[in-house]
Nanobody
Framework: QVQLVQSGGGLVQPGGSLRLSCVAS????????MYWYRQVPGKGRELVAT????????DYADSVKGRFTISRDNAKNTAYLQMNNLKPEDTAVYFC??????WGQGTQVTVSS
């Protein structure tokens, strides 16, 4: 069955970095775009970054542009979100999503001193 398994969240100080990973199985990973979303309590999911199936086209929310980088390794069936210069307002649960229509389990990112 389709699975997206996330890892890499945690607690980091402002200005710090984290890398999230999303390992896919159960489908042909390189046929689908991958997205990263985030959600804070009481709000809807915010689209953070997208990458096409081949990894050549990316897009970012204005709030993370220049700080976050989305990438993928199709040989490893894995998508990544590199987050640099983190701010307290980046605190959220982060989800990966495949345009096949499946979500990762979510991972908490907390930015606090």
């Amino acid at each position: 069955q389709v699975q997206l398994v996330q890892s890499g969240g945690g607690l980091v100080q402002p200005g710090g970095s984290l890398r999230l990973s999303c390992v896919a199985s159960g489908f042909t990973f390189n046929n689908y775009a991958m997205y990263w979303y985030r959600q804070v309590p009481g709000k809807g999911r915010e689209l953070v970054a997208t990458i096409d199936s081949g990894g050549t086209t990316t897009d970012y929310a204005d709030s993370v542009k220049g700080r976050f980088t989305i990438s993928r390794d199709n040989a490893k069936n894995t998508a990544y979100l590199q987050m640099n210069n983190l701010k307290p307002e980046d605190t959220a649960v982060y989800f990966c999503y495949t345009t096949k229509g499946f979500w990762g389990q979510g991972t908490q990112v907390t930015v606090s001193s």
